[in-house]
């Protein structure tokens, strides 16, 4: 591998009102590399990106190419400057050919060049190895070809750094391969590749460098094969293995007699791979992994969020059919979303309407809630989960995180579920709201409610529950209880069980 020095980011701040989203970060790429860019969720992965694409103005510090110093003001500007990126979802027109996609906005246009760009779309993609023709309409190919389409054209592009942002996260293995060809191909070539994403194994298996992010600041550059997965994953949480306590076992934990409320065998849904899970009564399990693992979208198949495609589901013993949201509202599964913005609360309804929202729901909307029924429920949980509202008609928009969070948890256990799914559900919000919801979901087991707990922060799930399920790379790769249950096993396990 070449070790010329291609792109040089030094001493990069980046600050939002209220926010430093990057301090002092410095990164290198190298000519004909692949540099993995890691970080949890809120990092400063995006940001760097951003600053480097032109999208937006750096605060402070300095960027050179090929030596020399640049200024980004700009997409266009940064793809002068020979920056290209391909994003995770596709931002191509699958209703034009692919030489319409890699030549469209060319000098000449395309309606008089319309034979010579097909003619050289399919030298391109013959010398790249894709296997797509330029006079096929880009729709009719997979996601992955549609990937290297978009690589095509930033290659053609005279492209010296490409930046590809989760580009495997909608690929099966075989076309993660072929992106892989192509971007080793690339690196020959002499391009420099930024590579952005949460699956670790593929990290190992295509790059040459590794670049950590820690809450906006630079953690450090590793040369790949010198930095084992554990040591990553360490690293991307923040803590060191002689670091970590056990913080023992949590008193949620139900007794293996207890029965089975939740089982499901090979369930799949259009997000997840299959899976096997069982959930027992008043137990409180989690499902762990860094972000990108699986974890989310495997909840959202047990709540039918997700469209189901395979598996089998029984509740209390009897198998049952769940592919709606109202299926397991039902069946007595209540599910807080992670972003409770886009699918929790409704802004501009009130405090009161938000709660009473999913049993009205439950009861079908030809049997209205009464008013006077309403505000006793919103009373009755206002009190019980001390929300701070200055009325139970106070628009929800208008109350903090922390307090919003609370409206949602009281709009479930309104309809008394037995079964409660919570989706990093102490995000964004004070450490006095957090303990609160913790002890919460603790009584709520006592209670003999089953509960599934999700946060990015380990230490809060080793508090809550009795048994975690881990995940990487949308597959679970073990499950914790008893002794296990600590955060350097929880480390080793995501990172593949090594020493």
């Not at 729709?139 to 549609?146: D, K």
């Not at 039918?304 to 509202?329: C, F, L, Y």
């Amino acid at each position: 591998m070449q070790e010329e020095c291609l792109l040089k980011l030094r001493g990069i701040d980046k600050y939002f009102p209220g926010v430093r989203a990057l301090h002092n970060v410095d990164f290198t790429l190298r000519k004909g590399e692949i540099h993995a860019l890691m970080g949890e969720n809120g990092a400063g992965k995006s940001t760097l990106i951003k600053i480097l694409t032109g999208v937006y103005q750096m605060d402070d510090g300095s960027i050179t190419i090929d030596g020399e110093a640049v200024s980004i003001h700009s997409p266009q500007d940064a793809q002068n400057k020979g920056i290209s990126t391909v994003y995770q979802e596709i931002t191509l027109c699958p209703n034009l050919t692919v030489a319409e996609n890699m030549f469209i906005g060319r000098e000449g246009g395309l309606l008089v060049n319309q034979k010579e760009y097909k003619r050289k779309a399919d030298e391109q993609l013959q010398s790249l190895g894709i296997p797509a023709r330029g006079g096929q309409q880009l729709g009719s190919c997979s996601l992955a070809v549609q990937q290297m389409v978009a690589i095509a054209r930033a290659v053609d592009m005279k492209c010296k750094v490409l930046i590809l942002d989760e580009p495997t996260s909608s690929l099966d293995d075989k076309e993660v391969n072929m992106l892989f060809s192509l971007m080793r191909d690339l690196k020959a070539k002499g391009v420099g590749i930024i590579f952005v994403t949460h699956f670790l194994e593929q990290v190992y298996e295509v790059s040459d460098r590794i670049t950590v992010l820690r809450n906006g600041e630079l953690v450090g550059e590793y040369l790949t094969k010198d930095l084992p997965q554990v040591q990553l994953v360490a690293r991307m949480m923040g803590k060191e293995l002689d670091e970590l306590g056990d913080f023992g076992e949590t008193d949620s934990a139900a007794g293996s007699d207890s029965p089975v409320f939740y089982e499901a065998s090979g369930l799949v849904s259009e997000e997840t791979n299959p899976f096997d899970f069982t959930i027992r009564k008043g137990e409180v399990n989690g499902f762990t992994g860094l972000l990108g693992s699986g974890r989310s979208e495997s909840v959202r198949a047990i709540f039918g969020a997700d469209k189901v495609t395979g598996g089998t589901v029984k509740v209390n013993g009897e198998e049952v059919k769940i592919s709606r949201p109202v299926d397991a509202m039902k069946k007595g599964i209540a599910y807080l979303a992670e972003d409770r913005k886009r699918d929790g609360i409704i802004a501009d309804l009130s405090v009161r309407e938000n709660i009473i929202l999913a049993l009205q729901v439950m009861n079908g909307f030809f049997k209205p809630i009464s008013r006077s029924e309403s505000e006793a429920f919103a009373d009755e949980y206002i009190k019980a989960l001390n929300i701070k509202t200055a009325s139970s008609e106070t628009p929800i928009g208008s109350l903090s995180g922390g307090n919003q969070q609370k409206v949602i948890l009281a709009r479930w256990l309104l309809t008394h579920p037995d079964y409660l799914i919570l989706d990093e559900p102490t995000r964004g919000i004070d450490v006095g709201t957090k303990l609160e919801i913790q002890k919460l979901v603790l009584q709520l087991a006592r209670d003999g409610v089953s509960v599934t707990f999700i946060s990015s922060e380990v230490e809060e799930m080793l508090r809550t529950c009795s048994r975690l399920i881990v995940m990487r790379d949308r597959h679970i790769v073990g499950e914790l209880k008893g002794e296990d249950l600590n955060q350097a096993q929880v480390m080793k396990t995501i990172a593949g069980g090594e020493a």
